[in-house]
């Protein structure tokens, strides 16, 4: 098994630029989600999906899209990138449907730097 | 309402000896409590969870953790501490029955010196 696997790793764009970053789960998760990491915020929820066709919005959800066409796939879409948005950006999936109990798994991440 | 506190934003020990990484939580209700470990340029890590029962509980790389209901904390610890344990460590807290959305803390960064 893959696990969850994001691309690409790293990232530069310019402001006002769009990207996808993707995420693909191996694993038959219903639960997934995308998270980004900034020193001293620990992780943030930008948005998550209970399955597929459903998805919802997380703590910080601005300048962002998801949709869920799939169980496996996750992508988050930036729709005019900010330097504000420049993070490490994690996707994160685990069972629901046998309980909230199940741990997450995470990918390895994107790094992305918005100039 | 759930929340996570790490009241340390880092840790510093010995190699060989004991150490704990701190997490009090907040949560109505029962809660699921998880420990996650980051290595650097690499995603969290599932270490250990707590569901019920066994107050202790036993996981990954040597580590457990103490589920205390009435201090509302779930303590990470390793009774010997390697190098390799330098890492930034994430608590996480769940309600039990309600949503699968996990809240975290804000991590802290256990430093093993040699």
């Known amino acids: 098994n893959a696990g969850v696997t994001q691309t690409p790793k790293f990232q530069v764009l310019k402001t006002g630029q769009s990207m996808t970053l993707q995420c693909a789960q191996d694993?038959?998760?219903?639960?997934m989600s995308w998270y980004r990491q900034d020193p001293g915020m620990g992780l943030r929820l930008i948005h998550y999906?209970?399955?597929?066709?459903?998805?919802d919005q997380g703590e910080v959800p601005n300048g962002y899209n998801v949709s869920r066409s799939t169980t496996e796939d996750f992508p988050l879409r930036l729709l005019s990138a900010a330097p504000s948005q420049t993070s490490v950006y994690f996707c994160?999936?685990?069972?629901?449907?046998?309980?909230?109990?199940?741990?997450?798994?995470f990918g390895d991440g994107t790094r992305l730097s918005i100039l | 309402a759930q929340s996570v506190a790490q009241p340390e934003d880092q840790v510093n020990v010995a190699e060989g000896n004991p150490l704990t990484v701190k997490c009090t939580y907040s949560?109505?209700?029962?809660?699921?409590l998880f420990w996650y470990v980051q290595y650097p340029n690499r995603g969290l890590q599932f270490l250990l969870k707590?569901?019920?029962?066994?107050?202790l509980v036993k996981g990954s790389y040597g580590f457990e953790a103490e589920f205390n209901k009435s201090q509302t904390s779930f303590h990470l610890k390793k009774p010997s501490a390697l190098v390799s344990d330098s890492a930034l460590y994430f608590c996480?807290?769940?309600?039990?029955?309600?949503?699968?959305?996990?809240?975290f803390g804000r991590g802290t960064s256990l430093i093993v010196h040699p």
């Open positions: 994160a999936s685990s069972y629901s449907r046998v309980g909230a109990h199940q741990p997450q798994h």
């Open positions: 694993m038959n998760h219903e639960y």
């Open positions: 999906s209970v399955g597929a066709g459903i998805t």
């Open positions: 949560v109505s209700g029962n809660p699921y």
């Open positions: 707590y569901i019920t029962g066994d107050n």
């Open positions: 996480a807290v769940k309600r039990s029955g309600g949503s699968y959305i996990p809240t």
